[in-house]
């Protein structure tokens, strides 16, 4: 079946230092790949998905590149903010539409 | 974008009653509702899949007789937590695909005392 494993932290970190979350996935076929974040009290929102190997997803300064060859969508951010603080989910979708989540990253940045 | 309204996003209930959460798709049509059950700290756990006009499909472990689901629309998805129980505080959230894509409710938190 389909699985995800992420780095679960917690992660802290100083304002605009540079952060990676890795997310490594286990599918058959070819699934669409997504990191959604949550931000304290609030449901899940999406952050960025990539939908095929070597596409690379972006928003608000976060990157992440479907890699194949490695199973991997790790996220990264060159210079995080205070307001970035939040649980990142890696999350996979295969051809039945359901989403199989990672366990979370708690990520908390210090001004 | 697309719009997924949850309520209530607080529901605070005795032991032994029924509690019912909706979700609604505002600005598109979803044909799948998926709900999810997170517990502190932890992921997100898939319960059902509801597709419009059909009885949802559970995931193993969850009991369907506990945790009805309604699909009456594609716009309107509801949970009700019949006979609820303190083991049943949690955070459940819904999420809507229309197309190729899921947008997330904004969660609820039930608490059972």
């Known amino acids: 079946g389909n699985s995800v494993t992420q780095m679960e932290g917690p992660v802290t970190l100083s304002e605009e230092a540079f952060l990676t979350i890795n997310c490594t996935y286990t599918?058959?076929?070819?699934?669409?790949l997504f990191w959604y974040v949550q931000y304290p009290g609030e449901g899940l929102q999406l952050l960025l998905k990539?939908?095929?190997?070597?596409d690379k997803g972006s928003n608000k300064g976060f990157e992440a590149t479907y890699r194949k060859e490695t199973t991997s969508f790790h996220l990264e951010k060159g210079s995080v903010q205070v307001s970035d603080s939040a649980v990142y989910f890696c999350?996979?979708?295969?051809?039945?539409?359901?989403?199989?989540f990672g366990a979370g990253t708690t990520v908390t940045v210090r001004a | 974008g697309a719009v997924v309204s949850q309520h209530p996003s607080r529901v605070i209930c005795k032991s032994g009653t029924s509690v019912k959460i909706e979700c609604r798709s505002l600005?598109?049509?979803?044909?799948?509702m998926f709900w999810y059950r997170q517990f502190p700290k932890k992921s997100l756990m898939l319960m059902a899949t509801?597709?419009?006009?059909?009885?949802?499909?559970?995931e193993q472990g969850v009991e369907k007789d506990k945790f009805l689901i309604n699909h009456a629309s594609l716009t309107l998805s509801t949970l009700t937590v019949t006979s609820a129980h303190p083991e049943d505080s949690s955070f459940y959230i819904c999420?809507?695909?229309?197309?190729?894509?899921?947008?997330f409710g904004s969660g609820t938190r039930l608490t059972v005392v």
């Open positions: 999420s809507a695909q229309g197309g190729s894509y899921y947008t």
């Open positions: 599918a058959t076929g070819y699934p669409s």
């Open positions: 990539a939908t095929k190997a070597d």
């Open positions: 999350a996979l979708s295969g051809g039945d539409y359901k989403l199989s």
């Open positions: 600005d598109f049509q979803a044909t799948t």
């Open positions: 509801s597709n419009e006009g059909s009885k949802a499909t559970y």
